[in-house]
């Protein structure tokens, strides 16, 4: 199947780095032409997207969420930390089927595919449903099963992690990897740390973690262990695996230096961590000191959508807040952690992230005639300050169109709301006042 | 003509009033009632409006932009604030016709009425242009001509903007009502607020001014004149009338409480203040104080979306994350804020600003049935948290349906593109490698 894009192209390769009037042809799922049409020979497309006023993005890469959670958005809002997660989150959590995983994992990637997400790294459990969820999709994902070091199922866990990456790590055509996922510093103990690095290393998977989210786990790991969470982390041996490193919120300079001599990569959250109140993730220090960033959503009990353009927006606008500093954070920098700098934190910067030939045709196509995108001063600007998930117009994974005419092709909609609607109608006791459930 | 809205009702008079299956009944623009289907009587509906999973909501209200700095959108972004006016903003606006704050106004109008926008107070210049694209738009507007006090237009303008008050305030069958504009304490002095406070008690409208946006402007103040940007207009007399400050982002508790006693309105504008690193407006404290506050976009060259819905969401996250509480600004306040907060603030709080009987129907439908939506646990979080422009599904202002199916249908807004652009085109040299112009 040979397919061929139209549109401003948005690289995504350096700042200024756009081509008008270009074109992507994609065959059998790669990249294999970007430039202007007249440079394109021996190319017969199947099928044509795209047109004059389309900007042609990668796809985005949402870093870091718990998919799943899209069964408690907005069940719970403006609560203190513990009290969201110990009276609201965790006792949903604890009734949570595989069906119902399966199901709102669905109903994620299909938010996401309306929004241009076109890969995302996710921590849960149920993980076979997740990756079946994922495989109806057409996503790119990289999964792992959410891992609780203390208590007594933290060696099953781990077993089960490996079984899962051995059944699931490379499959849906290359499509889903997995990595382990051991959830926080201060819920998994160094040995259990050091377990699971020596499980990556054997399995050749990288790690997924949260790190230094609040304010409170900081002080926590320091009153337990003497250190920061990310030195914990370092004298454990994790960081000698690939690590993508949820947060970082409260990470100090010598923290940011471990983070960069390791390769360690970040994904910045910025509105669960504004929602949440757990504080500003050091963006600028961190890229400054060149640690990898991407971008996440984090689940949508703390967000409450899965929109990385509008959190493209939120990174830049916070960071530059929190600075006060207008330079802080530009759109370009936004859309690249949104893109190739998530690739990367995934592993999979050689694959995805830019459009660039030899590269597997993940693309997003935002429709530029409409009353907020005008005039079109600045496309790159415009997508990250001005664009929201129901721009975009088409979407390929792998060279698959998933999306088109803001529909996804691949899963029946009004199924997966059905589905999502009974299992939180199941989930939840009595419906608030404001429920519509 | 009699209009029957049919959706779940939220009227915005209280955090746990919501009507499920319930309807708004418009008889001549004014709503007329409000409750269950069972409950109305004498009614027989010209028009149905909404449905079963529709969110009906008070028209939102965006208490202070710049309408016709959409032209400017995503022209020069990521620059320092005074580099940014100087260099970019204010050579454009100095070549200004009045035929290109005429269509960018209109863009922004659109815009506007697509996000569930139904009335803005505007602060800019060749006002009848503005009032004009208003008028034709359908929309509810609160105008001012902005006035710089230093200089020797300063006369001329206030006898201008006198004219234009003459001329506007209750037209556009009282859709139009108008304000004073002094522009800012730092660019108008003393002696000529003085005269703005007495012209607007003698033509009985309000005041419309940027106040402490910056902290260099509050430093600047106090070196001048020795005392905060709030004292000094307490100190002319100009709080004495009924005033609507933008931003207060940079006041001390001193100035809150002027603020309350004077019953001075403020309107926050929480992206605007972000992208150009002004810093975190107290909005807790101010709405502690019982100070009014509405919400704004500010222009769009410093946002870059007139998304009212984006901007209530940014509201709540920014206070969030900035006093570290996540109680902060809950869903409900910041729906206030946009609703009958910036009605009150634009002194239109009898007329609009909630859902009940006797005020003017100006409602916004949301189509729910969507993937970010789901499951519906919490309508009203989902409004603030989740939602964005382009889930308007129907709107009407002062009982017209001016948007239906997510289509304007008061103006041509292929016209208005095509125009824009070719204001755009005129207004800038060369375009910057990004630039679709």
Redesign the interface.
Known sequence: MDILIKG?IVPVTGP?D?I?DGVVAVRDGEIVYVGRLDGLNDFSADKIFGGA?TAVLPGLVNAHTHAAM??????A?????MK?LEEAIWPLENRLKAADVYWGTL?AC??ML?GGTTTFADMYFFMNEVAAAVQESGMRASLSRGLIGYGPNAGEALAESREFILEWHGKAGGRVSCMLGPHAPYTCPPEYLKKVAETAAELGVGVHIHVAET?QETAEIRKQHGCSPVELLAGCGLLDVQVLAAHCVHVSPGDIEILAKKGTAVAHNP?S????????APVTDLLGAGVTVGLGTDG?AS?????ML?EMR?A???Q??A??????L??YTALEMATIGGARALGLGQVIGTIETGKRADLVLVD??K??F?????????IV??A????VHTVLVDGKVVVDAGQVLTVN?ET??DN??E???GL?GK???????
Request: aromatic letters at 6%; proline letters at 7%; a negative charge.
């Open positions: 401003t200024e756009v008008r006023e899209t069964l408690f958005r907005s069940y809002d403006d609560l203190p930390l969201w109903l299909v938010e309306l304010r509105e961590n504004m929602k949440l109140a757990s504080g500003i949508a967000n409450n959508n899965l929109d509008e939120s830049a606008l916070l530059k807040v600075r006060e500093d207008s330079m802080a530009p759109a530029l005639r009353p907020h005008y005039p079109p001063h600045d496309v790159v600007a415009h300050y001005a929201r998930a129901g721009d909609v997966v709301l999502v609607r299992s939180a109608r939840v419906p608030k006042e404001r429920s519509l459930l």
